[in-house]
């Protein structure tokens, strides 16, 4: 079945610990997206991918980095310099929208929790 | 200032009634979609409808339907015959320049819950 897998589903990190979180989808969708979740909280933007090398910062990209070398993997690192990382990340995507409606609705995977240990 | 605002932290309803989230915008653009979302305890993200800035008619999904009041700028969510599985977290959220691949901006959420 296509969609977007997020691993691991749960993760801890240690301080001064660089992280990686990992995002692949089977849905051939040009955009890819890292948003966190704070409890009581809406989601934030960190980092969005429009197409493979490219990627921009969103609201909160400080202490977090990204790649996008392929188009089905957009993994998100969160560095010792992100001071408060305990939160629900979720990755998400949309297709190429000079193929797909406008209208089309972000896909999400079923999301990280990072916690401090 | 906000762009997605939704007042009401938390819902109640009874099993079977009818309930309406709360959702304002704020944007300048002519061009935007309105989107709800579903988040239920496991914590994935559901999409339940979506509303574009010049659909005339107002969306409907099953027991889902958008009370779209362009002037006012609100995108009320209106569940009908709510049932005890509707008990989550609801999203609304909102892409401006309505092109596809803009990332999509979030309010804080409505958490309701479902009464037997």
């Known amino acids: 079945d296509g969609g977007i897998t997020q691993s691991p589903k749960y993760l801890f990190r240690k301080e001064g610990q660089n992280v990686t979180l990992s995002c692949e989808q089977n849905?051939?969708?040009?955009?890819m997206y890292w948003y966190r979740q704070d409890p009581g909280q809406g989601l934030r933007l960190i980092y969005y991918?429009?197409?493979?090398?490219?990627?921009q910062k969103g609201d909160i990209a400080e202490g977090y980095s990204v790649s996008r070398e392929k188009k089905e993997s957009f993994p998100l690192t969160v560095t010792s310099a992100q001071k408060n990382p305990t939160a629900f990340y979720l990755c998400?995507?949309?297709?190429?929208?000079?193929?797909?409606?406008?209208?089309?609705?972000?896909?999400f995977g079923d999301g990280t929790r990072l916690s401090i240990l | 200032a906000q762009k997605i605002t939704q007042t009401q932290p938390g819902m109640f309803v009874q099993e079977k009634e009818a309930v309406t989230l709360d959702c304002t915008y704020d944007?300048?653009?002519?061009?935007?979609?309105l989107f709800w979302y579903k988040q239920p305890s496991s914590g994935e993200m559901i999409f339940l409808i979506y509303?574009?800035?010049?659909?005339?008619q107002n969306a409907t999904e099953g027991r889902y339907s958008l009370n779209f009041q362009k002037a006012r700028k609100s995108a009320n969510l209106v569940i009908s015959a709510s049932q005890l599985g509707d008990s989550a977290m609801y999203f609304c959220?909102?892409?401006?320049?309505?092109?596809?691949?803009?990332?999509?901006?979030f309010g804080k959420g409505t958490r309701l819950s479902v009464i037997a």
């Open positions: 959220a909102m892409r401006e320049r309505n092109s596809g691949n803009t990332p999509l901006v």
């Open positions: 991918s429009q197409i493979v090398n490219d990627f």
């Open positions: 509303q574009g800035s010049y659909d005339e």
């Open positions: 998400a995507s949309t297709p190429n929208p000079a193929r797909d409606r406008e209208n089309q609705p972000q896909h």
């Open positions: 849905l051939n969708h040009d955009a």
């Open positions: 944007t300048s653009d002519q061009s935007y979609g």
